[in-house]
């Protein structure tokens, strides 16, 4: 069965961290751009970071540089977000998407639909506490 699966999320004080986990099964990441999205309650999806793994290149959103890095084992067939001075507007809910043959920069925006991903994962909710 083909999918990504996500873990690392729970409840954190503001100035903490977490590292996120997007665990893929019945496809490598070879060839794909592989990005962390998240969606609060009640606003639009936001691609937060996404890595492209032809050649290394990624993407940060603006309210997340510098705090947040996302990485490829492709040993194991897993990305990570590691995420650090974590803020109350970090809540939301994340999950991991792949595509094949796109840009970090290309894939990053791709957050209305579901069908502009190839696969993609059910999620983590991340609840930073003020």
Known sequence: E???VESGG???QAGGSLRLSCAASGFTFDGYAIGWY???LGEEREGVAVIDNRDGSTYYADSVK???TISVDNANNVVYLQMN???PEDTAYYYCAAREGVTAQAMAHYTRYRYEYDYWG???QVTVSS
Do not use: H, P, S, W
Request: hydrophobic share 40%; proline share 0%.
């Open 66 to 68: 510098g705090r947040f």
């Open 10 to 12: 729970g409840l954190v």
């Open 85 to 87: 001075n974590l803020k």
């Open 38 to 40: 998240r969606q609060a």
């Open 2 to 4: 083909v999918k990504l």
């Open 122 to 124: 059910q999620g983590t």
